[in-house]
């Protein structure tokens, strides 16, 4: 089965900078990868999906890129509303794989 | 909008049964492919197995398949977890969650609030 796997673990940055959570898979998967947001103590929220193409209603400061094995999600100015742990996942093909998650705080 | 209420967790003692429930509102629930996924305390995410709108399709994380069997009821807007032989890992909290087609497994636009497994003894 195909692994995802996501860096940093955590991450801390001050409010307004650029953030960039990486997320690889053992072997191709074309752009079949979407990204979730956990905010604490919520369920997960669809951000991006296609590796690139933003849900509905996500602000625009959230941007997903890459296709193949590496892929990336990119906070573009850090709010506090951002604070959350966000992971990939795959669906290539089943079993539908989550990256470890990355967990995003306020410096 | 959207409503996807979990049911049926609890505590269970290792090597017994449970049954889970999902009840869906909001959408047309026979339109859409469905999924269970779990996350264990403090941990991540799991996909645990998902359901094609007609049930034609069906698939299962290897950490469960043998043991745990999902199907749905679309006259009832339901879908279900049985889970037999259950374990302590398989302790969590279980989502029920949407799919964005119907004959395909992709990503999971619309989440239930879960509901807790946990299996002691």
Redesign the interface.
Same mark, same amino acid.
């Given at each position: 089965?195909i692994q995802m796997t996501q860096s940093p673990s955590s991450l801390s940055a001050s409010v307004g900078d650029r953030v960039t959570i990486t997320c690889r898979a053992s072997q191709g998967i074309r752009n079949?990868l979407?990204w979730?947001q956990?905010k604490p103590g919520k369920?997960?929220? &669809?951000l991006i /999906?296609g590796a690139s193409t933003l849900?509905s209603g996500v602000p625009s400061r959230f941007s997903g890129s890459g296709s193949g094995t590496d892929f990336t999600l990119t906070i573009s100015s850090l709010q506090p509303e951002d604070v959350a742990t966000y992971?990939c996942?795959k /669906?290539n093909s089943?079993? &539908?794989?989550? @990256? $470890? $998650?990355t967990k995003v705080e306020i410096k | 909008e959207v409503q996807l209420v979990e049911s049926g967790g609890g505590l269970v003692q290792p090597g017994r049964s449970l049954k889970l429930s999902c009840a869906a509102s909001g959408f047309t629930f026979d339109d859409y492919a469905m999924?269970w996924v779990r996350q264990t305390p403090g941990k @991540? &995410?799991?996909?645990v197995s @998902?359901i094609s709108w007609n049930s034609g399709k069906k698939? /299962?994380?290897?950490s469960v398949k043998g043991r745990f069997t999902i199907s749905r009821d679309n006259a009832k807007n339901s879908l279900y977890l049985q889970m037999t032989s259950l374990r302590t890992e398989d302790t969590a909290l279980y989502?029920c969650a949407k799919d964005?087609i119907s004959n395909w497994?992709?990503?999971?636009?619309s989440? $239930?609030? $879960?509901t807790r497994v946990t299996v002691s003894s």
């Amino acid at each position: 089965d195909i692994q995802m796997t996501q860096s940093p673990s955590s991450l801390s940055a001050s409010v307004g900078d650029r953030v960039t959570i990486t997320c690889r898979a053992s072997q191709g998967i074309r752009n079949f990868l979407a990204w979730y947001q956990q905010k604490p103590g919520k369920v997960p929220k &669809l951000l991006i /999906y296609g590796a690139s193409t933003l849900q509905s209603g996500v602000p625009s400061r959230f941007s997903g890129s890459g296709s193949g094995t590496d892929f990336t999600l990119t906070i573009s100015s850090l709010q506090p509303e951002d604070v959350a742990t966000y992971y990939c996942q795959k /669906y290539n093909s089943a079993p &539908l794989t989550f @990256g $470890g $998650g990355t967990k995003v705080e306020i410096k | 909008e959207v409503q996807l209420v979990e049911s049926g967790g609890g505590l269970v003692q290792p090597g017994r049964s449970l049954k889970l429930s999902c009840a869906a509102s909001g959408f047309t629930f026979d339109d859409y492919a469905m999924h269970w996924v779990r996350q264990t305390p403090g941990k @991540g &995410l799991e996909w645990v197995s @998902g359901i094609s709108w007609n049930s034609g399709k069906k698939d /299962y994380a290897d950490s469960v398949k043998g043991r745990f069997t999902i199907s749905r009821d679309n006259a009832k807007n339901s879908l279900y977890l049985q889970m037999t032989s259950l374990r302590t890992e398989d302790t969590a909290l279980y989502f029920c969650a949407k799919d964005t087609i119907s004959n395909w497994f992709r990503f999971f636009d619309s989440w $239930g609030q $879960g509901t807790r497994v946990t299996v002691s003894s």
